[in-house]
């Protein structure tokens, strides 16, 4: 069955959908700073200022405002053209007061990086490249042609060749380091949200099933008594009635049906009856569980444990669907053979799967379980290459896992690392899930009561 947390990423995951209110209020917010600014130069400190020329550039930014208020609803959201276009559009019009301002004399020109701040923040790698691209040209273009900053007296305040050199740089590098920073904070939160949520719907596909066979399990229970009465009554009625007479092959047809009731019921309550009744299970069966779906993909699954005194679990879907994620994965880039090794001790219950494939690059050991990462070299047979390169599935696994209290450990089993697999060698990755044995944990303290006593049917 196709897991339904993959149509998640078949988008383009960096496209991000902006709401117009938000940079309407962003934009007010600047035309505010932007008056405030103008007027304490010209009322306060008496500098001569274009108070033309910036009212025309500053009505702009407030035409534009208003119109996007009153012909657009609240609601409105924004392609990324659309986006792109407005953030160029404030960009323009900031340079465009730098530059009649004094360009890189005044102090505020720092903040031509916020539109490229929020270009970084919400749209994709080319979009911000362009704004920041623009950024950089008109506080290049501000540096030597703008209009100077005079006193009421008529001197120019001016700063230093120097000082104007590294202001330029300043804000160039601001421009990029908040930039980059600002996308990889943004892109890491948008991947682990997405990823969480693939985690959550694999989650409650499993609950699904493990609630569908539940409802199963029950309907054959219930059914099986009246089953049982259509076919003693349609036996005795066959045994009573004169052989070739339409009512016995009427009465035979019942039974027949009865029994076929009862094979199909048989049959889809097989695994509802586990699910309903094996809330508890040992930890050998729930890992044969989860390891059933991979067995025919053409690679041997060895599970090696103590038959005696097996630890019992509880089985939980996060459980159950967390190992099978990790199973998975070893027979996607086994050569032959997963092992899986189940072992206990008074502190702690151990699960170790193996596989003889290539093993995980060294430079990758230490971001497994983070989600989007590239994942060890496919194997020619892989079934599922709509996963490459995301490491969604070991994320899905560990979040998974985490939640029943587990610790993972990922390791190679060749030191040193060479990249080539050994068929029917456990020399590939090592997935090692360890829960500790405590109260409140994955292990049950006592197995569930019987489900009752037989009540014989009555004859």
């Known amino acids: 069955m196709p897991d339904p947390s993959a149509a998640l990423f078949e988008a383009n995951p960096g496209k991000s959908w902006i709401r117009l209110q938000t940079l309407n209020i962003l934009r007010w917010v600047a035309v505010a700073g932007q008056i405030g600014a103008i007027g304490v130069a010209d009322r306060v400190f008496a500098i001569q200022i274009e108070l033309g020329f910036c009212a025309a550039i500053i009505g702009l930014s407030i035409i534009a405002n208003l119109i996007f208020h009153f012909v657009y609803p609240e609601s409105k959201r924004l392609t990324e053209r659309e986006a792109v276009a407005i953030l160029l559009f ?9 530059l009649l301002t004094g360009g890189l004399n005044n102090p ?28 950089i040209a008109l506080i290049s273009f501000a540096a030597d042609l703008h209009v100077p900053l005079r006193t009421t007296n008529g001197d120019v305040l001016r700063l230093p060749d120097v000082f104007i050199f590294g202001s330029w740089v300043a804000i160039v ?38 609630d569908l066979g539940g409802v199963v399990a029950a309907a054959a ?17 066959v045994s009573e009635l004169p052989e070739g007479s339409d009512l016995r092959e009427d009465a035979q047809l019942i039974r027949d049906q009865a029994d ?15 699910d309903l009744h094996l809330r508890q299970a040992p930890l050998v069966t729930v890992v044969e569980e989860a390891a059933d779906p991979h067995r025919d993909r053409g690679k041997a699954i060895l599970i090696e444990t103590d038959e005696t005194d097996q630890p019992t679990v509880f089985r939980r879907p996060e459980l159950v669907h967390g ?49 989007f990462i590239r ?11 709509e996963y490459e390169g ?35 060698e456990p020399s590939g990755a090592i997935v090692e899930v360890v829960w500790p044995r405590r109260p409140g944990g994955i292990e049950a303290e006592e197995r569930l009561p019987a489900l009752g006593e037989n009540v014989n049917f009555p004859r």
């Open 90 to 98: 404030d960009t323009m019009q900031l340079g465009l007061l730098i």
């Open 108 to 135: 505020f020109a720092v903040l031509i990086a916020a539109p490229v701040t929020v270009a970084a923040t919400a749209l994709s790698l080319r979009s911000t490249l362009l704004i920041g691209a623009a950024a």
């Open 173 to 210: 590098v601001a421009i990029g380091f908040i930039a980059a920073y600002t996308r990889r904070i943004s892109t890491e939160t948008q991947s682990m949200s997405q990823a969480l949520l693939a985690a959550q719907m694999a989650l409650a596909r499993e609950q699904k099933l493990t």
């Open 221 to 237: 229970h219930e059914l099986g008594t009246p089953l049982a009465t259509i076919k003693l009554v349609s036996a005795e009625m």
């Open 260 to 274: 076929r009731c009862r094979d199909i019921l048989r049959s889809m309550g097989r695994s509802g009856k586990d």
């Open 323 to 371: 190992l099978r994620n990790l199973v998975q994965n070893a027979v996607d880039f086994a050569a032959t053979t997963v092992w899986i090794d189940i072992d206990w001790d008074e502190d702690v219950l151990t699960v170790r799967i193996v596989d003889d494939g290539t093993g995980y690059p060294p430079q990758l050991l230490g971001r497994i379980g983070d989600p």
């Open 375 to 385: 994942r060890r070299r496919s194997s020619p047979d892989r079934k599922r290459p």
């Open 390 to 424: 995301m490491g969604l599935g070991l994320f899905i696994a560990k979040t998974l896992l985490e939640r029943t209290g587990a610790e993972l450990t990922f390791a190679n089993g060749q030191e040193p690392y060479s990249g080539v697999a050994r068929p029917g």
